[in-house]
């Protein structure tokens, strides 16, 4: 089956905790994304990976192609982190198939 | 920062009227897509296009539905005779390449009444 599943389904922190998210996928990939939908709907692309590890700022990504899994980790996290966190893997042909999504809600 | 543009950003229509969803890609871009999320559900793949036709579509992607680049720059999916099951919000979104990051729109939440 080609599905992307992600853990937790929903997430609250702390202002200042570690956070991490995870997904796993079954099926070979030709990349995995991670990605944010903010409140009002709108998505952005945070990272692009098919091995090791990317970092931005505070968010740092994870893929393990082996265990076909993946983790999203955000350090020092904030009440703008509070989103939903969308993994996702590219199949090969351009088309994305999306996990469900982790709704994070940082509290300060 | 280049960016996909869509309008209108909330369209609401009466069920069995027809409805064209727009979309400005990232102008260098060469591969261009449509998602749509219904409430509470994951993002759904819909439909990809490259080089001026469809290279690949979903089982949601009907005879109801099509798409078009009707110029340089815009990009429109239209749903000819709408369902109250369309109500969605639907993502543009572009790319590069096919495999490569694929940058999206704010979306349109289209509602069917």
């Known amino acids: 089956k080609n599905e992307v599943e992600q853990s937790p389904q929903n997430l609250t922190a702390q202002e200042g905790e570690f956070i991490t998210i995870n997904c796993s996928y079954s099926?070979?990939?030709?990349?995995l994304h991670w990605l944010q939908q903010h409140p009002g709907g709108g998505i952005v692309s945070l990272f692009m990976?098919?091995?090791g590890k990317k970092k931005h700022g505070r968010l740092i990504a994870t893929i393990n192609i082996q265990e076909k899994h993946s983790s999203l980790h955000i350090t020092a996290s904030h009440p703008r982190d509070s989103a939903v966190y969308i993994c996702a893997r590219g199949t090969g042909s351009e088309k994305l198939v999306f996990g469900k999504g982790t709704k994070l809600t940082v509290n300060p | 920062e280049p960016e996909v543009t869509q309008t209108p950003s909330h369209q609401v229509t009466q069920m069995g009227q027809e409805v064209i969803l727009r979309c400005v890609p990232i102008s260098n871009h060469l591969y261009f897509y449509w998602y749509r999320q219904i409430l509470g559900q994951k993002v759904e793949f819909l439909v990809s296009f490259y080089n001026n036709e469809i290279s690949e579509k979903s089982e949601i992607f009907d005879d109801q539905f099509s798409v078009e680049r009707p110029d340089g720059s815009n990009f429109t999916l239209k749903i000819r005779s709408t369902k109250l099951e369309d109500s969605a919000m639907y993502f543009c979104?572009?790319?590069?390449?096919?495999?490569?990051?694929?940058?999206f729109g704010q979306g349109t939440r289209l509602t069917v009444v």
């Open positions: 099926v070979g990939i030709s990349a």
């Open positions: 990976l098919s091995s």
């Open positions: 979104a572009s790319s590069e390449e096919g495999v490569t990051e694929a940058f």
